[in-house]
């Protein structure tokens, strides 16, 4: 009782507790010691360690007392007839196959099965943060592209409003920019929410609080590696997989522990009898339950359809973190074509507004220079979400691949 309350008050600890800005490796840590799941996962470990010891034991043995023959008339006389008896007698339960010896395996194996569990916990944690500090850093670096924008619009408008005179449409235009301000703005609120969520998500999954992120996630380039490699990698490392094959070698003991138990205990009794007027005796007797072959050949059958169901468990896991891999690989190709297009785009704005700043010591339009810069934004902001789709990629490519840290 005491360690339960130590552990909840350190769980409350830990939930007030505010950390200031931590690299990746440090949020991760935090959050493996304080998640709350890993403690359940952590105390089923335990009772399982516990059930291991108690299905290898023999069934306590049973103490019996009694008079026999007692007398209505006189139930506590010793006189009445010599067939009254009193006696002690201990029977005790004797295994005759290893069903105890298979139980304690399957404990075991069950306990096996809760640290594959904790296993993909540990994976899911660090997806989990890996997603935070990319959604915050990619909410900062959306920040920074519209505050450096916002602050360039605003010597400009008061040139637009003068040269309306001059310029045909510049109202117009002028009506559009404050619009487009005013989108920004909104886009800005938007990616502040976002690194607050990113904030809340990391409470939620370590139970702490934490100011700012310090780091970014370093990407893998997982779309330059062959995926045959990252497939054999996926087979050897996924926790999911493991798992499953933890819960196929307990179904495996379930089939092995219903044959051990069509062969059936014996119970063995023992007594002394004291008798009145007659020699006292030990009695010795030996018990064997009937029908029970037809009952455990069933409960066999039962086991061997749950390896059954166990062997499809694994090829359907198989089968969905191999495409998974394989569609996410697509996706990540995909993203990196879609982002080399933007950066040419992006070559191509410069260019254009550099023409464009030239032109203006001949005339040229001032307006146009301003919305060039304004595609340059827009497509500095494409960018940063084809950065933000691309880390997503590789953060779910980590976590089919078991990736930890």
């Avoid at 935070?132 to 505050?147: M, R």
């Avoid at 996924?238 to 499953?244: A, N, Q, T």
């Avoid at 070559?347 to 595609?375: C, M, P, V």
Wanted: proline share 2%; charged share 25%.
């Amino acid at each position: 009782m005491k360690k339960i309350y130590i552990t909840l008050l350190l769980s409350l600890s830990f939930l007030s507790q505010t950390v200031k800005a931590q690299i990746l490796q440090e949020v991760i840590e935090y959050s493996k010691k304080n998640n709350y799941q890993l403690q359940i996962l952590q105390e089923e470990s335990e009772i399982l360690s516990r059930e291991s010891d108690i299905a290898s034991t023999w069934d306590d043995p049973i103490l019996k007392a009694g008079i026999n023959d007692v007398q209505a008339q006189k139930p506590f006389s010793r006189t009445q007839e010599a067939m009254q008896n009193q006696f002690v007698a201990v029977s005790q339960k004797i295994p005759l196959s290893n069903h105890l010896k298979i139980s304690s395996a399957i404990a075991q194996q069950k306990r096996e099965v809760i640290e594959e569990q904790k296993d993909i916990l540990f994976v899911n944690i660090a997806f989990g943060v890996r997603k935070s500090f990319i959604d915050a850093t990619n909410s900062q670096k959306t920040l920074d592209i519209l505050d450096e924008y916002i602050e360039f619009l605003k010597h400009p408008l008061e040139l637009i409003i003068n040269l309306s005179a001059i310029e045909k449409q510049t109202i117009e235009r002028y009506i559009k920019t404050q619009l487009l301000q005013q989108s920004y703005r909104l886009q800005r609120e938007n990616a502040l929410q976002r690194i607050k969520i990113a904030k809340e998500n990391i409470e939620l999954i370590g139970n702490f609080q934490i100011e700012s992120f310090s780091d970014e996630v370093e990407l893998k380039d997982y779309h330059l590696q062959p995926f045959d490699m990252l497939l054999t990698q996926l087979l050897e490392q996924s926790p999911e997989l493991k798992r499953v094959l933890s819960q196929r070698e307990v179904a495996t003991h379930g089939v092995a522990l219903a044959s051990a138990q069509e062969q059936a205990d014996i119970t063995v009794t023992t007594g002394f009898y004291q008798r009145f007027d007659k020699n006292d005796y030990l009695s010795f007797s030996i018990s064997y339950p009937l029908f029970i072959r037809n009952k455990q050949s069933n409960r066999k059958a039962q086991a061997m359809r749950r390896v059954n169901i166990q062997e499809i468990t694994y090829k359907k896991i198989k089968t969905q973190l191999a495409q998974g891999l394989k569609i996410t690989l697509h996706q990540l190709q995909a993203h990196h074509q879609e982002l080399e297009i933007l950066e040419q785009n992006a070559q191509k704005i410069e260019q254009l507004i550099n023409n464009a700043k030239l032109e203006l010591a001949g005339g040229g339009s001032l307006l146009h220079y301003y919305e060039l810069f304004t595609q340059k934004v827009n497509n500095q902001l494409a960018i940063n979400k084809k950065h933000l789709a691309i880390a997503l990629d590789e953060n779910q490519i980590d976590q089919l691949l078991g990736v930890t840290q």
